[in-house]
């Protein structure tokens, strides 16, 4: 696949003020260094979106939105790296020029894509004529029955799928659309016997499944037989639709969402439908699969709280657990459970109580994990043996150790602990334990640490970053330093090793550069804005002189820190003085205190 060279990219966003870009979207107004607007992704009244045109960076200090003009145009407009790219060149009056690779494939690459957003775009007028045409009349009275008006069901471009064999295929062929394209599409299917292709959804209710530019990608299809096995069939996954990346609903509901900081998780299309009726517009649902990492990870750029609004059943009790653990493993902060009634789905609640009685359902929401450990603990509830409280805290733990925030997670061990009458420091290390014996959800399974949402850079962090970023040449010095191996945020660390090194041995690009080429759901990424975005803190020419303090004070703090771990270390060993282990932390004591003695020679012993 074609690439656009660094050098490309780099002339393109020197070429293009990110201030004039996103200036487009967002009333901007000058303040020192910076530029403040009201954030375009997510609803407020004061001002906590910046730009730093220096830097060509951009943060949202309220929902953490952050990158370069590149990032804004794919977040805003849904558009993939190589459209945002085409967008600016266009603007530079730049020539995007790709690497060498294959011309011919990428074009055939590009037309079959092209040819099968075509394909689903074709079907979904079909199918939307076919309902309102007032040939089949059973399909419009299952959508009234099911309280879904055509105002709703037009917003969601609702269809129907004609019971003949071939009704999509034989349109299509009149209008010179080939019979491959919507077999490729998962429209159609080759006949087992006399050559030709049918039509793959027939009498069925058709949910169009869209990307957030709303150009269809795949389809859900509803049977209205009651006799048929598959009450859902869905479209297989293409080039251009893969289930686990989208959700159903997100479309229509990302602006509610973005509003409330609030999204309410369902199971099924027309539950999502039903629940929009309603007026909770703010709902979407996985797509005929459990919830994915990369499903998650999309609730995590949009709201900070999930409503999981699953079915009252055994099924549906489990498929909110494991929704559950998928969101905590993004470290979503607030993941709340509905209960519903045994048996009972949101539709049906919607439609026979009305949309209060769903709000009340909501009102009470609790969270998650809150749930879980009380139904944890219950049995040990009294019970003097030890065999329910270690049962109960074999459950707490199963709960406790898919929760990554350090904050959140000691908090509800020490509140087990309490409640359980066991050791917290105890039950800490069994969560501890637990973690590292095996993945968690959207663990890498090559064992790398992924950048989380939660991640705060110290002072003296922060200040280094910002010098590194106006005067790259101090990258040099960091990597031929090693700086970096002195830093307390172990994700920057190695951030900032590779990043010199590049610099160093491949003439890389300059920091800031490099930032809003880190990926979007990266923490490391929104620190980084977060600093770099903001009003600029050091002087001009100044910046040497404050590498130089900041590297100062971080080397004294990591002498400090790596005593006091030796130090604590050798009292643990209590008298044991003759063993090699002895010896080991003593000389490493006196090797510290001797670059303390080195860096600091006036100051003495800490």
Same mark, same amino acid.
């Given at each position: ?465 910002? *010098? &590194? #970023? ?6 040099? !010095?960091?990597?031929? =330093? $090693?700086?970096? @191996?002195? %830093?307390? /945020?172990? *994700? &920057? #660390? ?6 010199? !090194?590049?610099?160093? =041995? $491949?003439?890389? @690009?300059? %920091?800031? /550069? ?10 490391? !990424? ?81």
């Amino acid at each position: 696949m074609k690439r656009i060279p660094q050098s490309t990219i780099d002339e393109i966003l020197a070429r293009v003020p990110i201030g004039q870009v996103i200036g487009d979207y967002v009333k901007l107004q000058r303040k020192g260094t910076r530029m403040l607007g009201l954030c375009p992704f997510h609803d407020e009244k004061t001002p906590s979106f910046s730009v730093n045109p220096d830097r060509g960076l951009y943060h949202c200090f309220g929902c953490g939105a952050s990158g370069n003009t590149v990032s804004f145009l794919m977040q805003h407009d849904g558009l993939s790296f190589r459209e945002a790219m085409e967008q600016l060149a266009a603007r530079a009056g730049v020539r995007l020029e790709l690497e060498q690779g294959d011309p011919e494939r990428e074009r055939r690459d590009r037309d079959r894509r092209q040819a099968l957003l075509e394909a689903n775009a074709f079907a979904r007028d079909l199918f939307s004529r076919a309902l309102w045409s007032g040939r089949w009349e059973a399909p419009v009275a299952y959508l009234e029955e099911r309280g879904i008006s055509r105002e709703v069901a037009e917003r969601f471009e609702l269809g129907y799928a004609p019971p003949e064999w071939s009704a999509l295929v034989d349109a299509a062929g009149r209008a010179g659309l080939g019979p491959q394209w919507l077999e490729a599409a998962g429209l159609a299917m080759a006949r087992r016997q006399g050559g030709g292709y049918i039509d793959r959804f027939r009498d069925r209710i058709m949910f169009p499944v869209t990307d957030l530019s709303r150009r269809v990608l795949a389809f859900s299809g509803r049977t209205l037989d009651p006799g048929e096995r598959a009450k859902y069939i869905n479209t297989s996954e293409t080039e251009i639709y893969v289930k686990g990346r989208n959700l159903y609903g997100l479309p229509l509901a990302q602006r509610s969402i973005r509003s409330l900081g609030e999204v309410i998780l369902v199971e099924g299309n027309f539950d999502v439908v039903s629940l929009h009726a309603g007026g909770f517009d703010r709902t979407c649902a996985a797509l005929g699969t459990a919830l994915t990492e990369e499903q998650a990870r999309l609730l995590r750029r949009f709201a900070d709280r999930v409503l999981l609004l699953y079915d009252g059943d055994v099924a549906g009790r489990k498929a909110a657990r494991k929704a559950l653990e998928v969101l905590l493993a993004e470290e979503v902060p607030d993941v709340r459970i509905v209960r519903l009634p045994e048996g009972r789905d949101p539709d049906d609640v919607v439609r026979s109580e009305g949309a209060e009685a769903l709000q009340a359902l909501l009102d009470e929401a609790r969270p998650m994990v809150d749930v879980l450990l009380d139904e944890a603990i219950a049995p040990a509830a009294g019970a003097a043996d030890a065999t329910s409280r270690r049962g109960a805290v074999t459950a707490v733990v199963d709960v406790l150790y898919h929760v990554r925030d350090p904050v959140l997670r000691d908090a509800w061990v020490r509140d087990c602990s309490r409640r359980l009458q066991v050791d917290a420091r105890r039950l800490d290390r069994y969560v501890r334990e637990r973690s590292a014996g095996r993945p968690q959800p959207g663990a890498d399974p090559s064992g790398a640490s992924r950048d989380r949402p939660l991640l705060h850079l110290s002072a003296h962090e922060s200040m280094l970053v910002e *010098a &590194l #970023a106006d005067e790259p040449a101090l990258l040099g !010095r960091l990597y031929r =330093e $090693e700086l970096f @191996r002195v %830093l307390p /945020t172990g *994700a &920057l #660390a190695s951030y900032l090793e590779e990043v010199s !090194r590049e610099w160093v =041995e $491949e003439g890389g @690009r300059e %920091l800031r /550069t490099h930032v809003g080429g880190l990926p979007e759901d990266s923490s490391l !990424r929104r620190a980084l804005t977060g600093v770099l975005a903001g009003e600029g803190r050091i002087a001009p020419g100044t910046h040497q002189r404050v590498f130089d303090e900041v590297g100062h004070r971080l080397k004294r703090s990591w002498l400090d820190r790596e005593l006091r771990r030796t130090q604590e270390a050798l009292r643990r060993l209590g008298g044991e003085t003759d063993g090699e282990a002895y010896a080991q932390l003593m000389e490493r004591s006196r090797d510290l205190l001797s670059w303390l003695q080195r860096l600091d020679p006036h100051q003495g012993r800490p």
